[in-house]
């Protein structure tokens, strides 16, 4: 079966990427994607400067997946801009990378994509803007207030020329859909939109020492991994089916191909793991890929590029 995906001006050899945060901080880290079976990767969302994050315990693994409450640790701009220079050098890209900002405010998210779009090997990025970044005490994140989502497209498009993306939080109202569908389709260069973000603010409770299982926000955090794959799928094709020109990249509860191949059918065009990467480190896409393989060529697909959308209603 024909694994590759060609969207956003690139083809991939597989529909197969990490999530951003997990194993992409560091060159290292970085690099280790590059030497995996996945079909691209992507950077850790960075701020305008280095930051250390949040204090530990700030994620935990837990039986059907996780809960972090990081706080943006990363090496900043520079450091990713480095990256993509001294990789991209290295010849064809073999892997397109894409590249996750997540400025500590507006100005800085719109700086850093001027400097992106500036970027000598700019053409071989493709941008995934955060929209999960904090927002001004007191508001939600971007994400969930729509004026402000529609500002800091204003400002982002202004500086940033290429077509680019956005990683969005779960939505859960068909309302939130409508609404923030309109939103995203009144900018064209928004061509791609990464289906779910941790779903935010869960509380996970070790009841052995009747304590919460991490530091930060006194133990709330974004919750990953088997919680969240119906929201996942809901949000793929929620989006899928209000934003018909925009691709989407389903990420959420991925654990293997069948996991894969049910984003592919709510209409993802590329599927991103995080926790189940984090349990299992980078040899996790091999295994999927074949896991999706099989699949598909037990239903008899030619491509996995003949399941994107084709998920039935029951009539
Ligand atoms: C939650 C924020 C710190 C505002 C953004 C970075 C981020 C983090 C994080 O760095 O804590 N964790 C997630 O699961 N998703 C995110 O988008």
Redesign the pocket.
Known sequence: VDLSVSVLGHTFANPLMNAA?VCCSTTEELDSLLASASGTLITK?CTAQQRD?NPAPRFKPLPLGSI??????NEGYEYYAEYVSHRAKGGAAAKPIFFSI?GMTMQDSADMAAKLAAHPQGANVLLEL?L???NVPGKP?IGYDMQDMRRYLEAVTAVYPRPFGV?LPPYFDMAHFDQAAEVLNAFPSVAFLTCI??VGNGLVIDDTCDTVAIKPKNGFG?I?GEYVLPTALANVNAFRTRCPEKVIIGCGGVLCGRDAYQHLLAGASLVQVGTQLWKEGPDAFRRIRDELQAHLARKGYGADRDAIGKLKVIE
């Open positions: 945060g969302s994050g972090n409450s990081m706080g943006l640790p997540s955060n999960s970044c904090p994140q990683k973000n941790s974004g990953g």
